[in-house]
């Protein structure tokens, strides 16, 4: 069969239907409804780019630094909350480097005490402050050295929170320097120690720590937690090393002398320090921090109008009416509500009149009342309450053969009974039982029991006697006493 094409006969070929469908733009373009919401979103973009932070924010998102006309200044606060009461705790057998901050009873907590140049006093066992600013290692006595900042004896796992509203600025996680784990944060536009009418950049510094829970460029908040007290770095024991730069120092941290420096003087770095070897330097690039957070200076008009970009420097009169609050600083604001309204909550903590104990050596601990109290309305022991240990109630159990030898550890067995008389394996207690005489003398190992530890049930522990005095061992804070253990060698 022979074909013919088309175009000979003289007539073409066309489809019925157009080959292609429309844009969707066309069917929308007819619709009102459509300009209408586009009209909407382009209005809503231009009008938050033309705010007052609108492109300082848009390019903050496009170049990832954030700008520091963003921070507000709404006051500061300490960068511990809360410490141990060491006088108390020590008596349950506690101390900072043995235990942690987990470990420390609720009720043995309590705000973290005011500094003042006679509190940083390295003799003194109990002290919080064991380094005051621009101290030496030979006293701790704040102007004795050059060892800027403050160092803050706390135990390990320690909260800590920024000071201020601020930026993160450098955090190393690696530990291998003198600071160890470490976080710095960069305050704009806060008031400036020197004249508190006028703004600075601040740098506070976080030093030692276990653990930071911020990341580089992160915008943090005055009071926001920043990481875990350690003793990472250069330091004999868990605290807490915290120093305030002045924006002026030539690095950050700062520190008044190099190592040429140091070996140039023909010193060590400990003896460098208790030299006091360029203090001036630290007197100029530093800020006493303590004393800093402490002064909690007002949010004035002066500050914030420093701090607004579109300010130009201009001061602002006292009589003159307060700028519009932006929207930083009203989440911030809120913030700061949210937080200042939980910390007012009162504490709720059980407590039982103590019992006289059995010939059993054993008392039953319940929660069978509860009061509301602040840490300062708490019983402490012997005077006739005990903290609740459970929910449910528990028995706490000392066993022993009743005698020693004076030759060698004795064996003691813990166990936790519930009202059945049944062994309780990883109890919920709310404290840790802590192992002391109530009479006699006696070394204890392990001296402190978790819920952990009794896993398994019973518990035993190596008793060692000092002389020859009968012993009565101890379970520390629930007030239990054993059966006399008396000197049979």
């Known amino acids: ?66 700008d520091d006309s963003l921070i507000v200044y709404t006051g500061t606060v300490t960068p511990i909350a809360q410490v141990p009461d060491y006088r108390r705790w020590s008596t349950y057998g506690g101390n900072a480097s043995e235990h942690t901050f987990a470990q420390v009873p609720s009720q043995f907590l309590t705000p973290l005490p005011r500094y003042d140049a006679a509190s940083a006093d390295a003799d003194n066992a109990y002290g919080v402050y064991s380094m005051g600013h621009l101290s030496s290692y030979a006293s701790g006595k704040e102007n004795s050295g050059s060892h800027v900042g403050v160092d803050i004896r706390v135990p390990t796992g320690t909260p800590v929170r920024s000071v201020m509203n601020g930026i993160v600025e450098r955090v190393d996680t690696a530990g291998n320097g003198g600071l160890g784990v470490m976080v710095m944060l960069r305050h704009p536009n806060v008031p400036d120690p020197l004249n508190p009418k006028t703004t600075t950049t601040l740098y506070s510094i976080y030093g030692h720590l276990n ?28 605290h807490l090393h915290f120093q305030m730069d002045r924006k002026e120092a030539a690095w950050h941290p700062f520190w008044p002398f190099t190592g040429q420096e140091q070996r140039d003087a023909g010193l060590s770095f400990v003896a460098a320090v208790d030299r006091g070897l360029n203090q001036a330097d630290g007197k100029k690039f530093t800020v006493q921090p303590m004393l800093y957070v ?54 709720t903590v059980a407590v039982k009149p103590a019992s006289s104990v059995s010939s059993t050596a054993t008392a039953v601990l319940s929660r069978t009342t509860v009061v509301t109290a602040s840490p300062e309305q708490i019983p402490t022991p012997g005077a006739g309450f005990l903290p609740a240990v459970a929910a449910s109630e528990y028995t706490i159990e000392i066993t022993h053969d009743g005698a020693y030898t004076g030759r060698g550890w004795e064996e003691v067995k813990i166990r936790i009974l519930d009202h059945n008389g049944d062994v309780v394996r990883s109890p919920e207690l709310s404290s840790d039982v802590y192992l002391r005489t109530a009479f006699g003398e006696a070394e204890f190992r392990p001296s402190q029991l978790s819920s952990f530890d009794f896993e398994r049930g019973g518990v035993t522990v190596q008793m060692l006697p000092r002389g020859r005095r009968t012993v009565i061992i101890e379970a520390k804070p629930f007030g239990v006493t054993s059966k006399p253990m008396v000197f049979g060698g």
């Open 1 to 66: 069969m022979h074909t013919v094409h088309r175009r000979k006969h003289g007539f073409t070929v066309r489809s019925v239907h157009v080959a292609a469908e429309p844009h969707a733009f066309h069917y929308l373009s007819q619709r009102a409804s459509f300009w209408v919401a586009a009209l909407s979103v382009i209005a809503y973009i231009a009008g938050n780019m033309m705010g007052q932070y609108g492109w300082h924010t848009f390019w903050a998102s496009v170049l990832g630094k954030m």
């Open 211 to 238: 653990s930071a829970i911020v990341s580089e460029g992160s915008v943090v908040s005055k009071g926001e937690q920043i990481g875990y007290s350690g003793k990472t770095g250069f330091a004999t024991g868990p």
């Open 294 to 347: 402490q002064a909690n200076y007002p949010v004035n008009r002066q500050t914030i109008a420093s701090a607004d970009p579109t300010n130009n420097g201009t001061s602002v009169s006292s009589h003159a009416a307060a700028p519009r609050p932006t929207r930083a600083s009203r989440v911030l604001s809120r913030r700061e509500q949210r937080i200042a309204t939980a910390r007012t909550r009162s504490v």
